[in-house]
C-alpha cells in the first residue's frame, strides 16, 4: 500500500469509530423504542400493580392493535398462575419494571435492606419467567419521606427510578368511569413534557382498559409520540 493512502485510511477509520460511538450513546441514552420519541412531544404510558389475566391482556390488545409500546410495572406476587400475561408483555415488546413483590408498603419500606430486597426479589420473578433483566423501578405509593436518598441507593444498584407527572385517576377517584378517566388523563397531562401518565392494570380496573383508546386517541390527535422506558 503507498504511503500517501495511510492519512486518508486513519481518517475514515476514525471517522467511523466515532460514528459507532455516537450511535451507542443515543442507543442507550434514549429509552424510547423508536426515533419518534426523540421528538419534543412524548407521552409515556405506564401501568402499575399487574398483571391481572382479563385487565392486563386487554390493554394489550388495544396496545397492539395502535401499534403502540408502553411500561408495565409489576407486582411479582401477582404472577403466579398468570405467567402467560407476562410473558406476553415482554414478547410484544413492552418494558417490563419492577414495581414490588407484595405491595406491603409496612414490609418494604422497613428499611433500605428491606427495600432493595423486595426489589430484587420482584425483578427475580420477572427474569425468571421471562428471561428479561428488569431495570426500572416505580415506587410503590409514591415513595415515603426518604424516597430522594432511596432514590440514589436504587440507582447505585443498577435501577432507573421512574415516577409519574400525570394521572388517568383509577387509583385516586373511587368507582371512576370510563369517561372520569380520560377527563382526568387530559387535565392532568397539559403543560407537561414529557407526560408519564399513571394507569393501573389490576383485576379491579376495567374502566382504565375502556378508557384506554379514548386517552391513546386523545394524545395521538396533539401530535405526541408514545414512548416506552
Known amino acids: 500500500m503507498q504511503k500517501k493512502y495511510v492519512p486518508l485510511l486513519l481518517f475514515f477509520a476514525a471517522l467511523l469509530v466515532f460514528a459507532a460511538h455516537i450511535g451507542t450513546r443515543f442507543v442507550l441514552s434514549e429509552p424510547a ?20 389475566t ?29 405467567e402467560e400475561t407476562l410473558n406476553r408483555i415482554a414478547a410484544e ?23 432493595l430486597a423486595d426489589a430484587e426479589a420482584c425483578a ?27 432514590t440514589a441507593l436504587l440507582q447505585e444498584n443498577g435501577y432507573r427510578v421512574v415516577r409519574w407527572n400525570a394521572v388517568c385517576g383509577d387509583a385516586e377517584i373511587a368507582g371512576a368511569t370510563a ?21 393501573h392494570d389490576s383485576a379491579t380496573h376495567l374502566a382504565t382498559a375502556e378508557a384506554l383508546p379514548r386517552i391513546i386517541g386523545y394524545f395521538r390527535g396533539q401530535g405526541y409520540a408514545f414512548c416506552a422506558y
Request: one cysteine or more; glycine letters at 8%; a positive charge.
Open 33 to 52: 423504542f423508536s426515533l419518534a420519541c426523540a421528538e419534543e412531544k412524548r407521552v409515556y404510558l405506564t401501568f402499575d400493580d399487574g398483571p391481572s
Open 54 to 82: 382479563i385487565v392486563t391482556n386487554r390493554i394489550l390488545d388495544i396496545l397492539q392493535k395502535e401499534k403502540i409500546r408502553a411500561t408495565f410495572f409489576i407486582v411479582s406476587d401477582r404472577v403466579n398462575g398468570r
Open 93 to 115: 415488546g413492552h418494558t417490563l419494571g419492577v414495581h414490588s413483590a407484595t405491595h406491603n408498603y409496612r414490609e418494604i419500606y422497613a428499611s433500605d435492606e428491606a427495600l
Open 124 to 150: 427475580a420473578v420477572i427474569r425468571n419467567v421471562t428471561g428479561v433483566m428488569p431495570r426500572v423501578y416505580r415506587f410503590p405509593g409514591g415513595g415515603g419521606k426518604d424516597a430522594a436518598r432511596q
Open 179 to 199: 369517561d372520569v378517566l380520560f377527563d382526568t388523563s387530559v387535565q392532568t397531562s397539559r403543560g407537561k413534557q414529557p407526560v408519564i401518565l399513571l394507569l
